[in-house]
């Protein structure tokens, strides 16, 4: 519809009583014009004619409450559609009926022959639904165009009859509707808006050079992620730009407008299916409550902090370790929502005193602990680096917490934690062992939640081949089978805020991650997606597993017995069984080794806090160094 709608507050072009005015006139006319029709267009013999004009008011006043009551003048001639063809027919059917009704009461039909009411069933039908037409017709005339690029559209479903409907009335977007594909069998042979559904979707290349399109509009809305790349890779075959559509639901009124039209986006590939929070049990939860989001300029804190201004807190603590990280996420709060009560707190979690001041003047309810190291390669040459900051600092912020009645402490976590083979992941796996230790003895609840990458975060693949693209490559990948979960930074977000207010302490909540995508096909399509074609303008390079990575993730260990929660994106277990004793002279020893410098040693301590031995033996890389 796009640009055409009409409200309650819109007037009709037509008054509504000059309407009514025309169907009465059209029941007067369809009445007079079914008895001529009776006595074969001739002469109607005296007796009829009388008796015609005699009962001819009781009909007017009974159709004309009928149609009144019914429903026809709630339409707008300029947009008269097939449900108000509809609203007609039932309107005449039982006007006609009713008419009939009332005229056998009163004169017993008498000199009423019974074939008038079918006909004028008949005129009535072509005197209301011809005027409404021919002047939706006549308003629209100028407004389809005959001229522009030629437009293919993949999906004849409710969002490709809208974006149609929007092209054909539209007469800048220079893009003229040819024909649908889909994969419908009993849409094929169809007409919409007057453009045909031809064919399948396999056939689109084929089509694209036969028809002579420039341009392929992809109004599949709700399609998954690989049937999306089967879409986008048919696409590229025809060797034609294309554009999407986003889903209905990320639109404003849930229309299609030509303008909602954009580039196909990596997310678009992966598929991911809206989220359903339920804003009401996460408003309860976070609404007037004071929240600290530590990390609060990164990739995932920022956003929290976005989504959780959005709730209106009682006070919003911004605390992150980056100067201009912190300015960027403090002045884009303020300016967003300037009455929210925001405290920016430069510094680092393992401050003990500032820590300790600030939660003691702040009193958070909820803590976001989100500040972490999680650069895989470059800890793996810096165990120290990532078991103060990783481990100590989650010490130190989730001992001040429970110290100062924190009522819920949430660790984002990692599924680099299961089953770690580095030190990132061996580090995030010792944090999740410290909340549910903590969880056992304290009042505050101590959640973890756990998930794989998210699109588009600090470091992350996505940038780094963007990057690569843009300078002309070569774009780098490990391992031509490596694959990695992926999910967007605003749905993790909203599914931690959720995991917040579900968990009574200490559990771990496991986000649905999907299927896992293969890192080499992502580069493979953002090289497509940006005009290029692999292999020829864009070299793929494979360079081999980097210390510490591996082929693929896992969410949960074995024998973590993994159980649905009330939220089907969400996913719980108990995690597995810690040796307190073991864990707690884990702790001190690495504090010992840290004293000391010894990052070899520190690994291997490490490895033996958490109990896998899955992590390899540690060859510390020099600062610097590329592994």
């Known amino acids: 519809m796009g640009r055409f709608r009409a409200g309650p507050h819109v007037r009709a072009p037509i008054g509504r009583w000059a309407v009514v005015a025309h169907d009465l006139a059209a029941i007067v006319l369809a009445w007079f014009g079914a008895y001529w029709l009776r006595f074969n267009m001739g002469y109607v013999p005296r007796v009829f004619w009388h008796q015609s004009v005699d009962v001819l008011p009781a009909v007017l006043v009974v159709q004309g409450l009928v149609f009144w009551n019914m429903g026809l003048y709630r339409g707008i001639w300029r947009f008269a559609s097939v449900p108000d063809l509809l609203r007609i027919l039932k309107a005449i059917v039982v006007g006609t009926l009713a008419s009939a009704f009332v005229l056998f009461l009163w004169v017993r039909l008498a000199e009423v022959p019974r074939s008038v009411f079918v006909l004028d069933g008949l005129l009535l039908t072509m005197a209301l639904g011809g005027p409404r037409f021919l002047y939706r017709f006549f308003k629209d005339r100028g407004l389809y165009q005959a001229s522009g690029k030629k437009a293919l559209i993949v999906?004849?479903?409710?969002?490709?009859?809208?974006?149609?409907?929007?092209?054909?009335?539209?007469?800048?977007?220079?893009?003229r509707p040819v024909a649908?594909?889909?994969?419908?069998?009993?849409?094929?042979?169809?007409?919409?808006?007057?453009?045909?559904?031809?064919?399948?979707?396999?056939?689109?290349?084929?089509?694209?050079?036969?028809?002579?399109?420039?341009?392929?509009?992809?109004?599949?809305?709700?399609?998954?992620?690989?049937?999306?790349?089967?879409?986008?890779?048919?696409?590229?075959?025809?060797?034609?730009?294309?554009?999407?559509?986003?889903?209905?639901?990320?639109?404003?009124?849930?229309?299609?407008?030509?303008?909602e039209l954009r580039e196909v986006r990596i997310e678009d590939l992966l598929g991911r299916e809206p989220v359903d929070l339920r804003q009401d049990e996460i408003a309860r939860g976070v609404g007037g409550k004071a929240v600290l989001v530590s990390g609060a300029g990164g990739s995932i804190g920022s956003e929290l902090c976005r989504q959780i201004a959005r709730l209106s807190p009682r006070t919003l603590v911004l605390f992150e370790r980056s100067e201009f990280n912190l300015y960027s996420i403090e002045f884009e709060l303020r300016r967003d929502y300037p009455g929210l009560a925001i405290v920016p707190v430069l510094g680092d979690v393992r401050d003990a005193l500032l820590v300790d001041r600030v939660l003691a003047r702040e009193r958070p309810d909820i803590i976001f602990h989100a500040a972490a190291y999680k650069h895989v390669p470059m800890l793996e040459g810096q165990s120290r680096a990532a078991i103060l900051n990783n481990v100590f600092g989650t010490e130190m912020l989730a001992l001040a917490a429970e110290r100062h009645g924190c009522g819920v402490f949430l660790l984002i976590s990692t599924d680099k934690a299961v089953n770690p083979s580095n030190v990132m992941g061996a580090t995030k796996r010792a944090a999740e062992i410290l909340c549910q230790e903590l969880n056992g003895r304290s009042r505050t609840r101590f959640v973890t939640v756990r998930f794989g990458n998210v699109l588009g975060s600090a470091g992350s693949v996505i940038p780094l081949f963007k990057a690569q693209i843009a300078s002309g490559g070569p774009v780098t990948v490990t391992h031509r089978d490596i694959t990695r979960y992926f999910m967007t930074i605003p749905e993790a977000c909203g599914l931690i805020l959720q995991s917040s207010v579900m968990g009574s302490g200490g559990e771990i909540f496991v986000l649905?991650?999907?299927?896992?995508?293969?890192?080499?096909?992502?580069?493979?399509?953002?090289?497509?997606?940006?005009?290029?074609?692999?292999?020829?303008?864009?070299?793929?390079?494979?360079?081999g597993l980097r210390p510490g990575e591996k082929l693929y993730e896992e969410l949960f260990y074995a024998d973590e017995a993994l159980v649905k929660t009330t939220h089907p994106k969400i996913h719980l277990t108990a995690g597995t069984c810690a040796d307190s004793a073991r864990f707690a002279q884990g702790l001190d020893r690495l504090r010992d080794l840290c004293a000391q410098d010894d990052d070899a040693a520190l690994a291997a301590a490490l490895k033996e806090m958490i109990g896998t031995d899955r992590m390899p033996s540690a060859d510390p890389l020099r600062v610097g160094e590329r592994p």
């Open 155 to 175: 999906g004849a479903g409710r969002a490709g009859e809208m974006l149609v409907r929007d092209l054909l009335r539209g007469s800048d977007v220079g893009f």
């Open 180 to 259: 649908f594909v889909d994969d419908n069998p009993r849409r094929i042979g169809q007409e919409i808006h007057g453009v045909p559904v031809i064919a399948d979707c396999e056939q689109l290349p084929e089509l694209v050079r036969r028809l002579e399109a420039d341009i392929v509009f992809i109004a599949v809305t709700e399609a998954k992620g690989s049937r999306m790349r089967h879409l986008v890779d048919l696409c590229e075959r025809s060797g034609r730009p294309f554009r999407i559509l986003p889903g209905l639901q990320n639109l404003v009124d849930g229309q299609v407008n030509i303008q």
């Open 512 to 543: 649905d991650m999907g299927e896992p995508v293969r890192i080499g096909y992502l580069a493979e399509q953002l090289i497509l997606l940006s005009g290029k074609r692999p292999g020829q303008d864009i070299e793929i390079v494979y360079t």
